[in-house]
């Protein structure tokens, strides 16, 4: 048995070992990030593709799509083709939400940059945050040991929160 001390002593190791995973988690993923987002920025359509879930961000689209027409009363019926959704995935895209983080948000952040923006939800998964509303814009996913983007929001839920009340 461990006296009070020793508890006290274990408790903090543990924590100590937990909180290192964390900073170790959030400064390979703000580099994975960073690397995306410079990709995403000059073009590189292979370095852009390789960190993309594409179906994870198609489940997470169609979702978002279902989620916009049930809240307008809306029966959306089946979800949007592979096609459709794929072509809401674009640098342009990833650009426009990225630039939401905070104002005068630079078009290829550093990994130092990204730290300060990013929640880390656990291990796997982090988010680029946007700064003035605290949500997620970029979600990232941690599969096979590499990131990669799997939720955004949809160009319609963006359009459609910037013309409430309207």
Known sequence: MLGKGGAAAVIAISMGVLA??????????????AKFL??????????FESGLDRKALRTDLAEQMAD??????????EPPSEFVLDRMVSPQAVRQAALRTAPGWPARPTAQQIIPFMKVRDLTHVCLEERATRR???????RDGVWRLSAMPSR?????????GL
């Open 20 to 33: 290192s995973c964390g900073l170790g988690e959030r400064g390979d993923a703000s580099r994975a990030i």
């Open 38 to 47: 410079a990709a995403a920025d000059k073009g590189d359509r292979a370095g």
């Open 68 to 77: 916009l027409g049930r809240t307008k009363g809306l029966d959306v019926g």
């Open 136 to 142: 997620c814009l970029l979600t990232f996913t941690k």
């Open 156 to 164: 319609s839920a963006w359009a459609q929160t910037q013309t409430q």
